[in-house]
């Protein structure tokens, strides 16, 4: 049986579920989760994968590694069962419910400069998008780095770099909701999308293992062909999975400029199109938020 599947749930079930089905991450059954999925994949399994019960943030304690000196030869796996000031884009914080998500980063070596990671961020949302789909979840993506199903959030990505002389380390922090409840925005944040979550969508989780090792082949299978090629190979596969792609959007900056139109996917450096009174604009990543007026 696969770590997930899919099940009809009523509120007995997902109460059943949630205790019988519960398997707690653990750094032997996610090396051995590793070893197989790499033997399948055909090639040999190198990464150092950890669990911790605690931290603030994964991310942060690999960025502290990575500007320590470690050099990442291997890439690196750290899961946390409890995230305690988990970081998002623009400094949001976040609280991990214990068991209810998965939330997880890696550190992968990339041989680019940190000049030339533009659209990294959307590589590695197709990159979980891959993994999600792999076990039939069918995810679409939101710029810049938030994954949805049915139009709510399911996950998000934050995508930080160490620079080296001619590459990079790259750090990918991966939050999935998995049960309801999974996460605690600090601040409540209006601008967020609606939450949603596995169990909610209907897919029964039997081992976050399971998947956080998957994430992290897709992750570098996705991140050693950027390495090769950049984002414009990517562009027109990211622009398939746009879940707001022609939709009318706001888009608001930090200083509080919003801007209206229609969202034209993104271009082949990965900045966003919006179509503006006829006119075709572009954004970058940084300090911009987007979302579909209307969405529920």
Not at 158 to 166: C, K, Y
Not at 202 to 208: F, N, S, Y
Not at 210 to 234: I, S
Request: with cysteine; proline share 3%.
């Amino acid at each position: 049986m696969g770590p997930l599947r899919r099940t009809q749930l009523d509120a007995a079930s997902i109460a059943s579920a949630e205790v019988s089905a519960f398997i707690p991450l653990d750094g032997d059954r996610l090396r051995a989760a590793l070893d197989r999925q790499s033997v399948g994949a055909g090639c040999p399994n190198h990464w150092d994968a950890r669990v911790v019960a605690t931290t603030s943030s994964t991310n942060s304690d690999l960025l502290r590694e990575a500007r320590g000196g470690h050099a990442f030869t291997r890439p690196v796996l750290l899961a946390a069962e409890i995230q305690t000031a988990g970081r998002g884009r623009l400094g949001r914080t976040w609280h991990s419910a214990p068991g209810a998500s998965l939330t997880v980063s890696y550190a992968l070596r990339v041989a680019r400069r940190l000049a030339e990671l533009e659209g990294i961020s959307l590589v590695c949302g197709l990159a979980v998008r891959d993994a999600l789909l792999k076990h039939g979840v069918r995810a679409e993506l939101k710029w810049p780095n938030d994954v949805l199903v049915d139009a709510r959030k399911l996950a998000g990505i934050l995508v930080e770099a160490h620079a080296l002389a001619s590459s990079t380390i790259v750090i990918v922090g991966i939050g999935i909701n998995v049960l309801p409840g999974s996460s605690d925005r600090a601040g409540g944040d209006r601008r967020a999308l609606p939450g949603s979550d596995l169990r909610t969508a209907g897919w029964m989780v039997e081992d976050r293992n399971e998947l956080a090792a998957d994430l992290a082949l897709a992750l570098e299978k996705r991140l050693a062909r950027f390495a090769e090629t950049g984002f414009p190979e990517f562009a027109s596969e990211w622009n398939a999975a746009d879940a707001l792609r022609d939709s009318l959007v706001s888009l608001g900056t930090t200083p509080g400029e919003i801007v209206t139109g229609f969202e034209r996917g993104v271009d082949r450096s990965g900045g966003l199109l919006i179509e503006i009174d006829g006119t075709r604009k572009r954004f970058i990543a940084g300090d911009l938020s987007l979302r579909a007026i209307g969405l529920a």
